[in-house]
């Protein structure tokens, strides 16, 4: 901002110089509180679901650890086990899950709005994406399940 | 109260540019692309892999990521071990992005590119990490 205004603004007035150089304008950006998401429910829900990535990438994590104690040895995988069976993990993998059991919910309710399903000229409800969503998830939590409680044994 | 002079020049704010001929930034696109098909499938596999591995495993019941044998029969599939590659890198790409726009939520944008460089430079590393992990796998346990 300059006093200095010259003859067209006046004397004595504040103008502000207009820009000339490319790149150096101000910048307009609006601000919000950080805490914005207070303000409602839905606001509330939509950041727990965003630090369900957090214990995301910790399961994540979790794996990796997983499979280089799985090269290191029995021995080495047995301790990663113990340290798994610690109540205090236990406790963190049922926050956890309650975490992404939000995502997932969440992410299934969402698809049906996404308007992506169509036949030919007709368009699959929102309402039938949706649960046709849920029952594929319904049906690979089994699959999964299934493969953790009686995979891996041989006869 | 400030006064423009009557020129017309006016200061101009950079939301008032637009393109000027120049293709729209596609840097995230890719980025967007993984946080999909990450976040897809995270919510098919982890609920139930959290739940029955980390809780039900934790507390005792005989689950096959607690028995070194069985893990090792699992992983000598080349298909399973394709899959838990893509289980593993996949939703830590949707992590690390929705971790990002989790920061902007919260009003942390700068700076911008180091924000950047770990959060995807996170999901590069556990990526290779994992790939690194699952080629070293030994056979099945007999």
């Not at chain 2, 070194?68 to 599939?77: G, H, I, K, W």
């Not at chain 2, 838990?84 to 992590?95: D, E, M, T, V, Y």
């Not at chain 2, 726009?101 to 430079?121: N, Q, S």
Request: hydrophobic share 45%.
């Amino acid at each position: 901002m300059s006093t200095d205004a010259g003859p067209i603004a006046g004397r004595g007035a504040t103008t502000i110089e207009p820009a000339r150089a490319p790149g150096r304008y101000p910048t307009y950006r609006p601000h919000h509180s950080w805490a914005w998401w207070q303000r409602n429910r839905n606001y509330q829900i939509y950041m727990l679901r965003e630090v369900s990535a957090v214990f995301c990438a910790i399961w994540a994590f979790t794996q990796i650890v997983q499979l280089n104690r799985l090269n290191q040895g029995e021995r080495q995988y047995q301790q990663f086990v113990r340290t798994q069976r610690n109540p205090g993990w236990v406790f963190f993998n049922l926050v956890g899950y309650g975490f992404l059991w939000l995502h997932a919910f969440t992410w299934w309710k969402l698809l049906g709005s996404l308007d992506i399903v169509k036949l030919g000229d007709r368009k699959v409800s929102g309402e039938k994406v949706t649960a046709g969503a849920f029952g594929v998830w319904g049906l690979f939590s089994a699959v999964v399940a299934l493969v953790l409680l009686l995979g891996g044994r041989r006869r | 109260m400030a006064s423009y002079p009557r020129n017309g020049a006016r200061p101009r704010l950079k939301t008032d540019r637009g393109l000027q001929g120049r293709r729209p930034p596609v840097s995230d696109a890719p980025w967007w692309g993984l946080f999909a098909a990450g976040g897809t499938l995270a919510a098919l596999t982890y609920p139930a892999m959290m739940l029955v591995e980390g809780v039900l495993g934790g507390v005792g019941v005989p689950t096959a990521g607690k028995n070194y044998r069985r893990m090792r029969n699992l992983t000598a599939n080349p298909l399973v071990r394709l899959f838990l590659l893509a289980n593993i890198a996949l939703p830590l790409f949707q992590s690390v992005h929705r971790f990002r726009i989790m920061l902007f939520d919260l009003g942390i944008h700068e700076p911008k590119t180091p924000i950047a460089v770990a959060a995807y430079g996170t999901g590069i590393l556990g990526t290779l990490a994992a790939a690194w992990a699952l080629l070293r796998l030994p056979g099945s346990k007999r």
